[in-house]
């Protein structure tokens, strides 16, 4: 079993699918600390210094001046700051995901058309051989 399990995980696709999980893990990171630390700081100054993931709504009733503070308490609430800073970097990442796969598309060389192997009589309409001098269905001489 060991030795089959050893087949399998060294296959080129299975190698190529864990790279790529690893690789999507640290840009996922990456990209997640670009919309935390370097995008939503600035669109939070802009609206007014809003600090995105320190929004929330607190279902307690209870007052909390701080995320962290209501958290600490064990409230219940509603973190929609680190929800929007999430959906931002969804979009980032799918944004950059279709641009990665349009430019492999891209470098794909589009596969030629096959010539085709029959035509149409033009005295039947059937479809007959491309080699064909004369239909084997209507018996018409075609031209070459």
């Given amino acids: 079993m060991l030795k089959e399990f050893k087949e399998f995980a060294m296959k080129g696709n299975v190698l190529d699918m864990a790279v790529g999980i690893i690789i ?18 600035p669109i939070g100054l802009i609206l007014g210094r809003v ?18 503070a ?19 970097d969804f979009l980032i990442v799918a944004f950059v995901i279709f ?9 794909k060389k589009p596969v030629p058309a096959a010539a085709p192997a029959t035509k149409e009589c033009p005295y039947c309409f059937s479809a007959i051989s491309i080699k ?11 031209r070459a």
């Fill in 24 to 41: 999507g893990a640290a840009f996922g990171k990456i990209i997640t600390s670009l919309v935390s630390d370097v995008i939503m700081p």
């Fill in 51 to 68: 600090d995105f993931s320190s929004l929330f709504l607190n279902l307690s009733g209870a007052h909390y001046d701080s995320l962290a």
């Fill in 70 to 88: 209501a958290k600490a308490a064990g409230a219940p609430t509603i973190n929609y700051g680190l929800f929007l800073n999430n959906a931002v």
């Fill in 99 to 107: 641009l990665v796969i349009r430019q492999v598309n891209r470098w």
């Fill in 132 to 142: 064909a001098t004369r239909c084997p269905n209507c018996t018409s001489e075609l």
